[in-house]
């Protein structure tokens, strides 16, 4: 009896430690600035490229994965280079080869996606993380160098408004407090690059889009106008 009593003790232990770990809180958003790679990726020797990396250094909290699903080529994982015909997620940092005028938005280290036309191929590279929204949270934004980003929460794309500083922003408080997949990635395109930096997310609501971007709106459809006419 000693036995079945010590055997279901444990069991009730193992229940209750079972049943902890399921109900422990789901953790929140991690690496946002993409500077955790810095005490994990070895630097690049000046003037000279990088090679493939390890995504679990490169991005770490981050996985990489082929936006347009299973049965396109894989991508490629690079630290200070970039890929001819294929795509992939790079981590540009310190002493990057400056042939692209590619530095780091902010802190050491920024995000490279990389894919090319004909994307039924090649696909898209895409950069996701499952975490908690912030429960006060109305919209993310972060530094956008150049592209077309698309940014999807629990499969939903978020619209984004040009801000002032080279910030993009989204609206998200439909998801606040949540547990969602967040996946960044490029718009299928004839030129599909997105270069970016330090997602956060902002109690504010998403603001109106400023005077410069609807200005610059306004020539764009301008000039599209007048190359019609012509």
């Given amino acids: 009896m000693k036995l079945l009593s010590k055997a279901w003790v444990?069991?009730?232990a193992s229940l209750i430690f079972f049943g902890v770990s399921m109900s422990a809180?789901?953790?929140g958003f991690v690496n946002l600035g993409f500077e955790g790679a810095g005490l994990l990726v070895t630097p690049t020797p000046p003037g000279?490229?990088?090679?493939q990396v390890d995504p679990n250094f490169a991005f770490n909290g981050w996985g990489i994965t082929n936006a347009l699903g299973p049965g396109?080529?894989?991508?490629?994982?690079?630290?200070?280079?970039l890929t001819i015909g294929s795509s992939a997620v790079v981590l540009i940092g310190p002493q990057f080869p400056n042939a692209l005028s590619l530095t780091p938005l902010q802190g050491s280290y920024s995000v490279m996606l990389q894919g090319?036309?004909?994307?039924?191929?090649?696909?898209?590279?895409?950069?996701?993380?499952?975490?908690v929204v912030p429960a006060d949270?109305?919209?993310?934004?972060f530094l956008l160098s150049q592209g077309n980003p698309r940014v999807t929460f629990a499969g939903v794309e978020i619209p984004l408004v040009p801000m002032e500083g080279g910030r993009v922003a989204g609206d998200i408080a439909a998801f606040a407090g949540q547990e969602v997949q967040m996946m960044l990635s490029p718009h299928a395109g004839a030129h599909n690059f997105v270069y970016f930096d330090d997602v956060q997310f902002s109690a504010q609501a998403v603001p109106e889009p400023s005077a410069y971007a609807l200005?610059?709106?306004a020539l764009v459809a301008v000039t599209l106008f007048r190359k019609r006419r012509e």
Avoid: K
């Fill in 10 to 12: 444990a069991v009730g």
């Fill in 215 to 217: 200005s610059m709106l």
């Fill in 48 to 51: 000279q490229f990088g090679t």
């Fill in 25 to 27: 809180p789901a953790q």
């Fill in 137 to 141: 949270a109305r919209s993310i934004n």
């Fill in 72 to 81: 396109h080529y894989p991508l490629f994982s690079l630290y200070n280079n």
């Fill in 116 to 131: 090319f036309p004909g994307t039924n191929v090649v696909g898209l590279p895409a950069i996701f993380q499952n975490g």
